[in-house]
């Protein structure tokens, strides 16, 4: 069975089987039944994904459909029927649109698992280690929570994985009041108001800048965890991160939910019987410095000396940050006469030029909740061109 300090990685491109060798190989139903004892089989398993948005795995922003499947049908195949997929998109999406646009109806009704879109779930108030915390109903119908996330970058904490992903078991309300706590406390300390007991990170094709994705980088990789403090550290190390650059990470392990530790993790392969000799279904542990290297990719930071942030959502940032990017190809960035005034704390405030209805006072607002990014490209254009002339 796998252990707290291991982490388990399998390469290929046919993402269910890997996915079921993955978990063979983890022996997942062996977990289930020593957390839940005689009532493993009648428990419930929940399966967290993430549909962040709207768009296409293969874009590196939502978990593929055949990694689930080859969750579902691996548990069914051990005795476990009771499952459900829960999962609310960001503020400005509509999960419903990413359960259908995904193939997460298909993928439902083809294995006979319900979907709760957690933002149409009542919520309640739980103590997260000293934080009062709103999470949405389901979480506490779960007897055994199977965390699905993407590996990939983020537009304000640089990189999201297992932790961050939680955030999709929150009410609405509730994810934009994360980004008026500075988002990183929020997330660490909910880790203790709901707990995954098994990772597995869909490490095929992430956005290394995005949440939302849009540039995947390819590595055709699934991986298999119980710690998620140590997989998220293992993600910042291989995106050339360290754990106190993604604050809530060593939040986290001071918390308690983990360990940051990666001098003390196993890296293990798991063969497929044709890679380098390895036997099919057993694990080789591997160099961690010679694993694997991810391209540098700082995009992001490139263009956020034009922004002055306060509490902005992820959607609205990230699709500033789109738009900028846009105008720094084009070489109009550095003709910004002022800086972008952008989120839930620029409410009440005035300035030259905001994104977003929370900047509604200022002289210039791009508006909306939020603004496309081809909308905010084209209002920033407008102005830098007017400006110019």
């Not at 493993?40 to 922003?61: D, H, M, R, T």
């Not at 069914?76 to 459900?84: T, V």
């Not at 939040?251 to 044709?274: C, F, K, P, Y």
Request: proline fraction near 4%; include cysteine; hydrophobic fraction near 35%.
């Amino acid at each position: 069975m796998i252990r707290r300090n291991q982490i388990l990685k399998i390469y290929g491109t046919d993402y269910k089987e890997m996915t079921r060798r993955l978990l063979d190989a983890a022996d997942l139903a062996g977990a289930i039944r020593a957390k839940c004892g005689d009532r493993a089989e009648c428990a419930y398993i929940g399966i967290k994904p993430n549909l962040v948005v709207p768009s296409p795995a293969e874009f590196g922003g939502t978990t593929h459909t055949e990694v689930v499947a080859g969750i579902i049908e691996y548990l069914q195949k051990e005795g476990f029927h009771n499952l459900l997929i829960a999962e609310g998109s960001w503020v400005g999406d509509r999960t419903a649109e990413a359960y259908e646009y995904c193939g997460y109806r298909q993928l439902c009704e083809k294995y006979g698992v319900p979907f709760v879109d957690t933002q149409k779930e009542r919520s309640h108030e739980v103590d997260c280690g000293g934080m009062r915390l709103k999470i949405t109903d389901v979480v506490d119908r779960i007897d055994y929570l199977i965390n699905v996330p993407v590996m990939k970058g983020h537009c304000q904490t640089l990189m999201t994985c297992a932790l961050k992903n939680l955030k999709g078991l929150l009410p609405n309300p509730e994810k934009s009041r994360f980004h008026r706590m500075g988002l990183h406390k929020p997330i660490a300390h909910l880790q203790k108001g709901i707990r995954q007991d098994f990772i597995v990170v869909d490490h095929i094709c992430g956005d290394l800048d995005f949440e939302e994705g849009g540039n995947p980088v390819v590595r055709n990789c699934v991986m298999a965890a119980l710690d998620p403090v140590l997989v998220d550290s293992y993600a910042c190390h291989l995106m050339g991160y360290t754990p106190d650059d993604v604050p809530y990470v060593r939040m986290a392990e001071q918390l308690g939910i983990g360990t940051t530790d990666l001098s003390q993790a196993e890296i293990l392969h798991v063969g497929r019987g044709t890679a380098n000799g390895v036997p099919a279904g057993a694990a080789v542990q591997a160099d961690l410095e010679a694993d694997e290297e991810l391209p540098r990719s700082r995009r992001v930071l490139d263009v956020a000396y034009a922004v002055e942030e306060v509490d902005s959502c992820s959607a609205c940032y990230a699709n500033l940050t789109g738009a900028l990017i846009r105008l720094e190809e084009e070489g109009l960035l550095d003709q910004l006469d002022t800086q972008i005034g952008i989120g839930q704390g620029m409410q009440g405030r005035t300035g030259r030029l905001g994104v977003g209805r929370c900047t509604k006072d200022f002289d210039v607002c791009i508006m909306g909740c939020p603004p496309s990014s081809d909308k905010i490209y084209e209002g920033l254009r407008k102005y830098i061109l007017e400006g110019a002339d």
